[in-house]
């Protein structure tokens, strides 16, 4: 029998079984097949029904009308979501076969597989199979706790020496980072008490096409009492207050917090950061923190009068627009996550040479000192004082590691009263269903809060955080710091197309770097929890759910081709990252992404959800052009690393130079000085 004839009967077993079977994705797609009519739910029901026929191949009793329907949109609006369905199906049976034919392991399971849909197996013991094929992250067996102790031991480090010089002040040494995400309103009633010329701008924009999505980004005119970014600095505010009392903080010196401005719609540009500084000055709550903004046009002055002058100077020859494509806020996320990592060294040159690391929070987020001090001993600025943090050691595969990097874990504000342990991300409880049983992310995402998040050091422990210690992989966009000397010596970064897990991605580029302390790791700190207030901003989290989805379609693309794209081997990174970040490392994307997404849209529609359309509008317009590399057979992350990667490089060199420059008292590198201080003066909130 043909791969192809044992593809589609897997697909039909998942969703559309014969008349009186159960799918089991629990979704018969088959149902959703009415040519007949032509609302736009239905046609998209049609067009959903018919991919899944498509792919099931010849023996399905509608491939041949749902091969037609697909072809018939040529020239209708609906011509390019079912090019996109039509090229799934190929692509994926291409991939399948390829595959089955490379390995030797996913071969015996897909058989197994195909046996198992074909008799009478039974349901629990298919999806086991399922996974083996799809999702082998998720099989992780029935005993969960011997499954987070095999995961410990994986990411073991036995230190061989302590930071002899750790942070000692973090109110001085630490610039602290966040990300102000701003979009347009819904609709006009959403525009709050924005006036004059800024609403009119805003309101140009909101007829604007979107360029960027963001998880929950904060539509401009929201009043202050529900912007996170106003609510995370007030947090802050606090948490330091608290530190002065534990005599962790100088009182009255305060922190300087960089914070960039980034926007969904190029007509905000211009504006957000104002309406931004109108929303926080003056604000008794901001007390004890220097906030300065930065949007795009902040960073490209920056890039004019500071970077680019540098580079020019010093580094005569080099490729100027190297540091234009890399440096700035505006983008997706990998673009502001990497400014907010790469501006500690700038600030460390130019601005303060105190300053020894940065630390990012996320604004729905806080710092729960009394809990932190009741459950750990000490509070959040003692927490960063680890010596753990720039700790070099050996990993359970004897490869030297440096813990440049610090990782926290966080806890869902509902659970606190509970424990700061409590995983913020469980195991589910419901068996899987709809795109579910192809692909659980949530499995190894607990896993890997339990193994590596929850860990706390001490007697009786596997760790003691002296001698031992446990690297994290699993790291959140928020609660993570990296050393200056880090920055320095590893340079990593998250290629600037990433719209999503920005933060696991961050490390893969400088995963297997060479460096005279060892690979680049991350320490896991137990105790540096922030509580996650993400409850108060529900809906805004709800209404971002769909993008989420989505976003999570183009991370398996990006972070498979990623992988294949570095020069450390996909076998070695997949190896090193599962579970968690792994499970999006597929050796099946283009599959898994076009079964995630038919299943959802399914269910969806099958429900009669009203944001099915434009979910489904969506993915086609997102996954597209990512799917067309896929069709040439093209890698573009190869090219986007090594262009990012001279970007970075760049930067860093320009920097060094800059530094030396100051030290021996350049006239030039002295006049850099002084213009950057007064750039970043300007961005300066309530100054």
């Known amino acids: 029998m043909s791969i192809k004839k044992k593809f589609g009967d897997i697909i039909r077993s998942l969703a559309r079984p014969g008349t009186g079977e159960q799918a089991l994705s629990g979704i018969d797609a088959a149902g959703l097949l009415r040519p007949g009519e032509t609302d736009e739910l239905s046609t998209a029901g049609s067009l959903v029904a018919s991919f899944f026929a498509v792919l099931s191949g010849p023996a399905g009793a509608d491939h041949d009308n749902a091969l037609r329907f697909l072809e018939g949109m040529k020239g209708t609006p609906w011509e390019d979501a079912s090019r996109f369905l039509l090229d799934g199906a190929s692509l994926a049976v291409r991939e399948i076969e390829s595959r089955y034919n490379a390995d030797e392991r996913f071969r015996g399971d897909f058989d197994a597989l195909h046996e198992a849909v074909s008799g009478g197996t039974e349901i629990g013991t298919v999806i086991d199979l399922i996974w083996r094929v799809f999702f082998p992250e998720g099989v992780i067996g029935h005993d969960r706790s011997a499954a987070a102790s095999s995961l410990r031991e994986k990411r073991s480090i036995r230190i061989t020496a302590l930071n002899p010089e750790p942070v000692r002040d973090p109110g001085r040494e630490v610039l602290f980072t966040a990300n102000a995400l701003l979009t347009v309103p819904a609709s006009e009633t959403g525009l709050g008490t924005l006036e004059g010329s800024l609403r009119e701008a805003v309101k140009a924009a909101m007829e604007e096409d979107q360029l960027h999505w963001y998880d929950h980004p904060v539509p401009m005119g929201t009043p202050a009492e529900r912007n996170e970014l106003v609510y995370g600095l007030g947090r802050l505010s606090e948490a330091l207050r608290f530190e002065e009392y534990a005599g962790l903080k100088d009182p009255g010196r305060d922190i300087d917090c960089v914070v960039s401005v980034s926007v969904t719609h190029r007509g905000l540009r211009g504006i957000a950061r104002t309406w931004l500084a109108s929303q926080l000055a003056g604000r008794e709550g901001m007390r004890g923190i220097n906030v300065h903004l930065v949007a795009e046009e902040d960073a490209e002055r920056l890039l004019d009068d500071i970077l680019v002058p540098a580079a020019r100077k010093y580094l005569p020859g080099s490729d100027t627009d190297a540091l234009r494509r890399v440096f700035g806020v505006d983008g997706e996320y990998g673009r502001h996550y990497n400014f907010l990592k790469a501006i500690a060294r700038f600030w460390s040159v130019f601005i303060s040479p105190e300053i020894r690391a940065t630390f990012k929070i996320d604004l729905d987020q806080a710092f729960p000192q009394e809990e932190l001090v009741r459950e750990t001993g000490i509070s959040a600025f003692g927490h960063l004082r680890t010596p753990l943090w720039g700790a070099r050691g050996t990993d359970s595969r004897g490869e030297d590691v440096y813990l440049g990097m610090i990782a926290g874990a966080l806890v869902n504000r509902k659970d606190i009263g509970d424990s700061l342990f409590t995983p913020d991300v469980p195991y589910p409880r419901s068996a899987p269903a709809g795109d579910e049983v192809v692909f659980r992310s949530a499995v190894p995402q607990a896993l890997s809060t339990e193994a590596e998040m929850m860990t706390r050091y001490g007697e009786g422990q596997l760790h003691d955080g002296t001698t031992s210690c ?141 944001d099915a359309l434009r979910f489904f509008n969506d993915a086609v317009k997102r996954l597209s052009p990512l799917v067309e590399y896929y069709k040439k057979g093209e890698n573009p992350l190869k090219e986007i690393y090594y262009r990012e990667k001279s970007g970075w490089d760049l930067y860093y060199d320009a920097l060094d130079a800059a530094e030396a420059g100051i030290q021996a008292g350049d006239t030039f590198a002295l006049e850099l000085r002084d213009k950057a201080r007064a750039l970043i003066d300007a961005v300066r909130i309530g100054k």
Not at 483 to 491: C, H, N, S
Not at 495 to 510: K, M, T, V
């Open 470 to 610: 446990i690297q994290r992989v699993h790291v959140t966009g928020g609660t993570t710091g990296i050393l200056v000397e880090a920055l320095k010596r590893y340079r990593p970064f998250t290629p600037s197309c990433f719209g999503r897990a920005e933060d696991q991605a961050y490390i893969l580029s400088a995963l297997y770097r060479p460096g005279d302390h060892g690979y680049l790791r991350y320490a896991h700190v137990p105790g540096l929890v922030m509580r996650h207030d993400a409850e108060l901003f529900a809906d805004a989290a709800d209404a971002a759910r769909a993008g989420k989805t989505l976003g999570d379609y183009v991370r398996i693309l990006l972070f498979s081709d990623y992988a294949r794209a570095l020069p450390w081997g996909f076998d070695r990174i997949k190896d090193a990252v599962d579970p968690f970040t792994g499970c999006f490392i597929s050796a099946l994307p283009i599959t898994i992404v076009y079964l995630r997404f038919a299943l959802r849209a399914a269910v969806m529609l099958t429900a009669g959800d009203p």
